[in-house]
T-cell receptor, first 115, second 112 residues
Framework: AQSVAQPEDQVNVAEGNPLTVKCTYS??????LFWYVQYPNRGLQFLLK??????LVKGSYGFEAEFNKSQTSFHLKKPSALVSDSALYFC?????????????FGAGTRLAVHP | DAGVIQSPRHEVTEMGQEVTLRCKPI?????LFWYRQTMMRGLELLIY????????DSGMPEDRFSAKMPNASFSTLKIQPSEPRDSAVYFC??????????FGEGSRLTVL
């Protein structure tokens, strides 16, 4: 079955410290991978995506993610966290089969950045 | 571009009433998705359309739920009759085929 796992319900980090939000996936073939962020009472916003090429992808607001095929992971990272980064983060995968843009989302990880 | 537009933003209704949620996708996008978000179940895909045609409605929870896309610029999600367990935030999203989904701000439904 195709799935996305975000093993941490919540990640706490101090402002200025590096942060990592973990994501692993289980799909056949080489999928497209995405990260989205959701602020309170808002819709999901696109952060970054991996399709092919360099395993390190850079996105919005200083975030980046590293695709690791052998570990089937796509962890989200930022070198220095800001309090304003506090939000709900979703990893998503688009299986290459099917031909449409259907995304499978993880359960989400709440990031709390403390001053 | 105004982005994906959803209405209403908030809806409070009583059990048994009909609820209609509306979505206007981004112009030129050929795929449209309806998601439901709850604390217990997270983000669930209910149904998606490609070129106005429903492709996969396996996520629609019951026959009480129905969705239509009469043209490329409008879609509705209808619940009839509504029940308290339908209370959730319903999101519409559209895509242009690049893989990225653009989400609306959501419709928060409360069924009393």
């Amino acid at each position: 079955a195709q799935s996305v796992a975000q093993p941490e319900d919540q990640v706490n980090v101090a402002e200025g410290n590096p942060l990592t939000v973990k994501c692993t996936y289980s799909v056949s073939g080489n999928p497209y991978l995405f990260w989205y962020v959701q602020y309170p009472n808002r819709g999901l916003q696109f952060l970054l995506k991996y399709i092919t090429g360099d395993n390190l992808v850079k996105g919005s607001y200083g975030f980046e993610a590293e695709f690791n095929k052998s570990q089937t992971s796509f962890h989200l990272k930022k070198p220095s966290a800001l309090v304003s980064d506090s939000a709900l983060y979703f990893c998503a995968v688009r299986p290459l089969s099917g031909g449409y843009n259907k995304l499978i989302f993880g359960a989400g990880t709440r990031l709390a950045v403390h001053p | 571009d105004a982005g994906v537009i959803q209405s209403p933003r908030h809806e409070v209704t009583e059990m048994g009433q009909e609820v209609t949620l509306r979505c206007k996708p981004i112009s030129g996008h050929n795929s449209l998705f309806w998601y439901r978000q709850t604390m217990m179940r997270g983000l669930e895909l209910l149904i998606y359309f490609n070129n106005n045609v429903p492709i996969d409605d396996s996520g629609m929870p019951e026959d009480r739920f129905s969705a239509k896309m009469p043209n490329a610029s409008f879609s509705t999600l209808k619940i009839q009759p509504s029940e308290p367990r339908d209370s959730a935030v319903y999101f519409c999203a559209s895509s242009d085929g690049t893989g990225e989904l653009f989400f609306g701000e959501g419709s928060r439904l409360t069924v009393l």
